[in-house]
């Protein structure tokens, strides 16, 4: 019989490819929109940000609702929600719509990681924490990487229009089968094994699941954590690299190099396939130098590596003259970037407990005001400098300064103590 948290950590998988091919369509239909709204580079610029504003203004009440109300009500719903505008964005008729509905995009996406992460503290033991961390943000990049040449495809079969509407009923279909079959606590899960059980519970940091009685993480707590600012400036760094990969990759390859739109999906599938790469190694890092007694260093380690390798794939990136190079080194920083997620939500669950959906929520809030600035740093920067280059250069820049910030990040520091005793 397939183990139940195995069945979770399949469903979390498909939820970041849905989340991540709905997130990246806006991106590979860039050109007909663009042309049927009469829309610049830089207006188009924030549509994108305004996706990230939206997505960065709600994660920490979204996560602080995963936390309360549950991981099966929160996800059942952020997908619904997301998914209505993605159907929306199909719609649209003008700049200020397309804007708004974007934003309202991001709103709903806003509660998927922070549901996902609550999820795994309750389910998920300790020693297998990084690889779940890894399989899910695999999963996203896998997403991106099927969408940037299957939906140019879909959008020239179907338009772009009815590419979006075909996206939402997609998520209504997940949405209904994450409600049907979760359920918050594993004790409550139908074809739960006894063996099962028995794992999670004496795997995990905390035996209770979620009306355990512990201290509430207040917003003083959480805002006078240093720890809880380095995960956040640490992450603010990762998205201003990814999210250019999100967002302005494809129209950047395929204008640089003079690609028609299939062959510039192709290449910028390349990246994140290497960041799935990435994020497995990273997870199955995680977890071989945790269960040789090292918790510290099992999440340090993993993010440093990949905030370098990120830092130098951007700089060879730049000074790249052809594009088979320019993806070869992109590819370098899509997995050095990516290595760094499953250790820095592994983190979150660690510090944040019962109050995983707050901690990861505000950690992944600051990352992505990291993807707003970068939704509008390409265009402006290029408009400022003529060049592309200063944008590479200033993510490798922070990159660097990430991995520093690692050095001094302790997964062994609770922000609250439970009033359980621990298994």
């Known amino acids: 019989m397939i183990p139940q948290r195995h069945i979770l950590v ?3 998988f498909l939820l970041a490819v849905l989340l991540y091919v709905d997130r990246i369509c806006i ?4 050109e007909p929109i663009t042309a049927e709204l009469k829309l610049s580079d830089t207006q188009f610029g924030w549509v994108i940000a305004s996706f990230a504003l ?3 203004l709600l994660q920490a009440p979204m996560g ?3 936390d309360k109300c549950g991981p099966r009500v929160t996800l059942a719903s952020v997908v619904t929600l997301w998914s209505l505008f993605t159907g929306l964005t199909g719609a649209v008729r003008g700049l200020w719509m397309l804007l708004g509905v974007r934003f309202l995009f991001g709103a709903g996406e806003a509660g998927a990681f922070p549901g996902v992460a609550r999820a795994t503290y309750s389910w998920i033991p300790m020693s297998e924490r990084g690889i779940v961390q890894g399989i899910v943000f695999s999963g996203g990049r896998l997403g991106a990487a099927v969408a940037l040449p299957a939906v140019p495809a879909m959008i020239q079969a179907l338009g772009w229009r009815a590419s979006f509407f075909v996206l939402m009923l997609i998520g209504f279909g997940w949405a209904a089968i994450w409600w049907f079959w979760f359920r918050d606590d594993p004790v409550q899960q139908p074809g739960l094994s006894e063996q099962e059980r028995t794992l999670i519970l004496s795997g995990r940091q905390q035996a209770a699941t979620g009306r355990e009685a512990a201290q509430p993480l207040t917003a003083a707590a959480l805002l006078s954590s240093a720890g809880m600012w ?6 603010f760094c990762s998205n201003f690299t990814f999210f250019f990969c999100l967002s302005w990759m494809f129209p950047y390859l395929k204008k640089t190099y003079s690609l028609d739109p299939l062959t510039a999906g192709w290449c910028a599938a390349v990246p994140f396939l290497f960041g799935a790469a990435g994020n497995i190694l990273a997870g199955r890092l995680v977890d071989f130098i945790y269960r040789r007694g090292q918790w510290t260093r099992s999440r340090r380690l993993p993010a440093t590596v990949g905030f370098l390798l990120a830092a130098g794939g951007m700089i060879a990136c730049a000074l790249a003259g052809r594009v088979e190079a320019a993806v070869g080194w992109l590819a370098v920083a899509v997995l050095g970037a990516d290595m760094t997620l499953a250790p820095s939500w592994a983190v979150c669950v660690d510090i944040g407990k019962q109050a995983s959906g707050t901690v990861s ?3 992944n809030m600051a990352g992505n005001i990291g993807s707003f600035l970068t939704g509008l740093a390409f265009p402006y920067l290029l408009d400022w400098t003529g060049s592309h280059v200063a944008f590479f250069y200033v993510a490798a820049v922070l ?3 990430a991995a520093a910030l690692w050095q001094a990040i302790d997964p062994q520091r609770p922000l609250v103590k439970a009033e359980v005793s621990e298994r």
């Open 27 to 30: 991106s590979a239909a860039k």
């Open 230 to 235: 380095l995960l956040m400036a640490q992450y």
């Open 399 to 401: 990159n660097v300064l």
């Open 361 to 363: 929520g505000t950690m």
């Open 64 to 66: 602080m609702a995963a």
């Open 54 to 56: 939206g997505y960065a």
């Open 10 to 12: 399949t469903s979390t």
